[in-house]
C-alpha cells in the first residue's frame, strides 16, 4: 500500500528546486529570508539568482537600503560608515614581488618583512636597512640648512683633490718658445707636406689679373664669369692653363694630394692614445663610471658612506687637519681608523626604532609600521597624506611606491534613477566610489644588481651564508 502524500499547502518557495511551502505568506518570506541558499531582499521582495545580483540591488536602492555594500550588501546610514566598512573588511589583493629574488607577496608589510629580517637570499637585511638610512640622508640634504652645509664641508676636501683633467691626445712637456736660447740650438724642421709635381694640375704660374674696369659692376663681372662656364665643369674660354688643367682633371679625376705624403697618423703621432670604440650598447653603469671619474660619487644614487655597499669610500670623509674620519652623519664624531668609523656607521647608524609621523607611535620594526600604515580603515590617517608616497619611499628604502586609484569593482559606477524620501521625487543616483592604495615594487635610486654565486667549495657559516663582493651569498 504506497504511503499517502501529504497535501500541498498554500504558500510555496518561490526558489527553483525547493520543495518548501507554507501555510502564510508571513512564513514563506521567513524562509526565504533564513534560508542560506536563497538570495531574497525583504525589504523589496524580490529574489536575485546571486549574491552579487542582491548586493548590487541593495547598492542602487539608497531610498530602501541606504548605503550599502555592492560587494557584501551590508547596509550603513552614512557614505563614510560605507568606505570604512570597504577599506578594512574588503582589501583588494595585490602582487608584490620581491626585486632580489622574485617571491610575490600579497600585502606590502609581508614584503618589507621578507626584506628586513633577511628572508631573502640576494638582499640581506643589512642591505635593506643600507637603502632605508641612505633615503633618510638624502631627504635631510635634500632639506638643506645646516646638514647639507656641513656634508658638504666634509667631503670638500676630497672633492677638490679629484683630477678632472680629460685621458686622451698627445701628452707635451717642457714645451719652449721659439726664442728661447735652447729652442733655436735644436736644428728640427717642422713637418711640411709633400707634394709630387705631377699632382699640381697648374705647373705654371697663373696670369695676372687685368685691372678692374671702373665703368663695369660687380654684378656684370659675375655674370660674365658665369657665361664661360659650361655645366660639364670645363671653361667655356681659351688659354693654355685651362687646356692643360681641364687635361690633368680628365686623365685621373680621383686623385688627390696627401698633404702628409702617405704617411699615417700613427707615424706621426707616436705618443699619442688610441681612441676607444664606441659602446655598441649604452651602459648605465659605463655612464656612472664616467661621471664618478669627472665629478666624484654622487650622493643620491651611489651609497660611498656605507661599508656594506661596493661604492663604500671612507677617503671621502678623512680630513689631514686632525688626520681622522668624519662621520658623514650629523653626530660629528671623529675617528682615527677606518675601523672604528665603520663599525661606528654600522651600529649607531641604523633604525631602531620607527616612529609613525601622524599618530607619533613607535614600533620596533619597520615591518611593524608598515603594517600600521597599510591599514586605511585605521584611526591613523597617515595614509591618506597627499605626501604619503614620500614618506613610503622614505621609510621602505625605495623598495615599495604607491599609488591611490578607485577599486577595480568600482570603476563601472553607473547612475540610476532612484527615489528620493525628502523631495519625494525620482532623482539620478550615484553609488559613492571607494578608493584604495595600489603599492607596486620599485627599485631604490641607488640600486645595483646583486652577483649571484653559482656555488662555493668548502664549509661556510652556521647560517649557511658569507660574503662575496660585499654582497651575501648562500652556499
Sequence with gaps: MPAPLEPIKAFKCTFAGCAASFDTEKQLKGHKKEDDDHDYCPKCDMDFESYEDLARHKAFTPDKHGKACRICGEEFKSELGLKRHTEMAHQVKQKLPCIGCGEVFPAPALLIEHLEFGHCDRISGQTFMGHVVHCHLVAKLLAGGEAHARFMQKTSQYNASLDQEEEGGVEVENVLEDDHEDARAVNHPAIQPECMQGDVPHAEPWPALSAPDRTATRSSTVTSAMGRMSLGGTDAGSGSHTRQGSAATTQNPRHQA????????????????????????????????????AHGGNIFNTRFWDPLAKEWDPERFYNTMIEGYFCPF??????????????????????????????????????????????????????????????????????????????????????????????????????????????????????????????????????????????????
Design 258 to 293: 696627401k698633404a702628409w705624403g702617405g704617411r699615417s697618423a700613427k707615424d706621426l703621432f707616436p705618443q699619442a692614445k688610441a681612441t676607444a670604440a664606441p659602446q655598441k650598447e649604452f651602459s648605465i653603469e659605463a655612464v656612472d663610471e664616467k661621471t664618478k671619474q
Design 330 to 475: 650629523m653626530c660629528e664624531q671623529s675617528f682615527g681608523d677606518v675601523t672604528e668609523l665603520r663599525d661606528h656607521i654600522l651600529v649607531d647608524h641604523r633604525v631602531s626604532r620607527a616612529k609613525c609621523p601622524h599618530c607619533l607611535k613607535y614600533f620596533d620594526s619597520i615591518t611593524a609600521l608598515m603594517s600600521h600604515c597599510q591599514s586605511r580603515g585605521s584611526k591613523c590617517q597617515v595614509n591618506k597624506a597627499d605626501d604619503f608616497g614620500k614618506f613610503l619611499n622614505r621609510l621602505t628604502g625605495g623598495f615599495l611606491s604607491v599609488q591611490e586609484k578607485v577599486r577595480p569593482d568600482f570603476i563601472q559606477n553607473e547612475t540610476v534613477m532612484a527615489y528620493n524620501a525628502e523631495t519625494r521625487e525620482m532623482e539620478k543616483y550615484t553609488p559613492p566610489t571607494v578608493k584604495y592604495l595600489e603599492y607596486t615594487s620599485s627599485k631604490p635610486m641607488d640600486w645595483r644588481e646583486p652577483v649571484r654565486v653559482a656555488a662555493r667549495i668548502g664549509g661556510g657559516g652556521a647560517s649557511g651564508t658569507f660574503n662575496h663582493r660585499k654582497e651575501q651569498a648562500h652556499w
